[in-house]
């Protein structure tokens, strides 16, 4: 069974950085797309990173150059490294997997992805 665990939110001021990290287990194959998703109260769910199992990596326009997407292999574990924080980065984050590599337009779309964390809440202040 395959399970996605975030943890690493919090609260952090504006400008300051934050690191979430997402714990994958249950699956072994060598082909994915993994991504990060945020959704603040009142919004729709938006994609803001992904990368696969092939390297490629994809970002939202509103977190590029503030934003880092990597992935820790020994340990299984999918990470955001944010930086420069803004109070409108205000959301859960959540950890997505998906079982086939999509196109990079659809990397960072909710329709490719097929398991979901239960989020981790971020918090910036001004």
């Known amino acids: 069974q395959v399970q996605l665990v975030e943890s690493g939110g919090g609260s952090v001021q504006s400008g300051g950085s934050l690191r979430v990290s997402c714990a994958v287990s249950?699956?072994?194959?060598?082909?994915?797309?993994m991504g990060w998703f945020r959704q603040a109260p009142g919004k729709e769910r938006e994609g803001v990173a992904a990368?696969?199992?092939?390297?490629?990596?994809s970002y939202a326009d509103s977190v590029k150059g503030r934003f880092t997407i990597s992935q820790d292999h020994a340990k299984n574990t999918l990470c955001l490294q944010m930086n420069s924080l803004k109070p409108e980065d205000t959301a859960m984050y959540y950890c997505?997997?998906?079982?086939?590599?999509?196109?990079?337009?659809?990397?960072?779309?909710?329709?490719?992805?097929?398991?979901w964390g239960q989020g981790t809440q971020v918090t910036v202040s001004s």
């Open positions: 990368m696969d199992s092939d390297g490629k990596i």
């Open positions: 997505a997997l998906s079982t086939t590599q999509g196109p990079g337009t659809l990397m960072l779309s909710q329709l490719l992805y097929n398991y």
């Open positions: 249950g699956y072994t194959h060598s082909h994915y797309c």
